[in-house]
């Protein structure tokens, strides 16, 4: 069974760092590409960051430079560090493992950016 945990999620103010995290387990980690999206309710989920098992990494636009997505396929957890963080930030992030051409996803974590 596949399992994908968030955590680090919650209420920052505005600038401030946050590091979230997802566990995965029942997946051939270290051969997945791992994302990070996010959604706000009445917007498109939005891809905002992608790392490859070869750990080649993209970011969305309006986030390069401020987000970071690393991974450690020893612990089968990616990261995202998100810095300088913006009320418009504020959305449910999710954890998204693509393997083998099928999707799984992590229950979301909420993060709330306040100004």
């Known amino acids: 069974q596949v399992q994908l945990v968030e955590s680090g999620g919650g209420l920052v103010q505005a600038g401030e760092p946050l590091r979230l995290a997802c566990a995965a387990s029942?997946?051939?980690?270290?051969?997945?590409?791992m994302d990070w999206c996010r959604q706000t309710p009445g917007k498109q989920r939005e891809l905002v960051a992608r790392?490859?098992?070869?750990?080649?990494?993209s970011y969305a636009d309006s986030v390069k430079g401020r987000f970071t997505i690393s991974r450690d396929n020893a612990k089968g957890t990616v990261y995202l560090q998100v810095n300088s963080l913006k009320p418009d930030d504020t959305a449910v992030y999710y954890c998204?493992?693509?393997?083998?051409?099928?999707?799984?996803w992590g229950q979301g974590i909420q993060v709330t950016v306040s100004s």
């Open positions: 029942g997946i051939i980690f270290r051969i997945s590409t």
């Open positions: 790392i490859t098992s070869g750990g080649s990494t």
């Open positions: 998204v493992a693509r393997i083998n051409g099928v999707d799984y």
